[in-house]
């Protein structure tokens, strides 16, 4: 078989012309495409570890927050609920307190309500026995009475202090009218005549009297001169009496000092 060394030179030339044609255009161009990708693929790889290293540290920066926020509520929970229970003391305490100024208060007020009821008995019950007292003085009291008055009377003439039998002689000395002597009922003369002669023992002078008779002195005798008095009567005991009674009641129903 003969070879035709031309037909196989020019399809060795064919195929070496093709060789390079792809070559120069298509398999230098799916290199440089298949370079790129790999770049582009590496690219996204190294993207994607980035991403996943970025994702990575924002999850375990979450957990962290996560657990700080955990431990910050329950911290926050904690204090809340301790607050809650000293409130909750507080006003408990306050409340006994309260309750305790308003108890006070109210056994304060019903003392007071029943000292003032006390007093106020106690007055009625002073006011009637002396009320009685005095009708039955006015009652007793007749001219026979009135007239043993007058010895009591000269006594307290003769027993005055120097003081006011000193002002006394000076209100019956410088008085331009008669010095008035009342009593309850008309002095006998003889009575009349004891006390005159009692002044004018006492103050070593003629002494003017004008006698009078008057409601005014329960059983006793008043002798009032230019301003000055001198007087007895058994309302002077009573009205002493009833002074201290008084003195006793209020000392009954003052509150007693705070300890």
Known sequence: ???????VGA???NFLILVWLLKRFLYKPIIEAIDIRERRIAAELADAAAKKIAADKERDEFRSKSKALDEQRGALLAKAADEAAAERERL???????????????????????MKLNCDIARLAQGEVFAIARKAMA??????????MGEVFTRRLREMDAKAKESLAAALA????????????????KERSTIQNALNEAFAADVKIRFETGPGALCGIELTANGQKLAWSVAEYLAALEQKVDALVAAEVSPAPAA
């Open 174 to 189: 410088t008085g331009s009218e008669p010095a008035i002597l009342r009593s309850t009922f008309e002095m006998p003369p």
């Open 11 to 13: 399809q060795l030339l």
């Open 139 to 148: 009652d007793l009291a007749d001219a026979g009475l009135e007239e043993r």
């Open 92 to 114: 408990i305490a306050q409340a006994r307190s309260e309750a305790a100024v308003l108890r006070a208060n109210q056994e304060s007020a019903l003392r007071h309500d029943q």
């Open 1 to 7: 078989m003969l070879i035709d060394w031309f037909t």
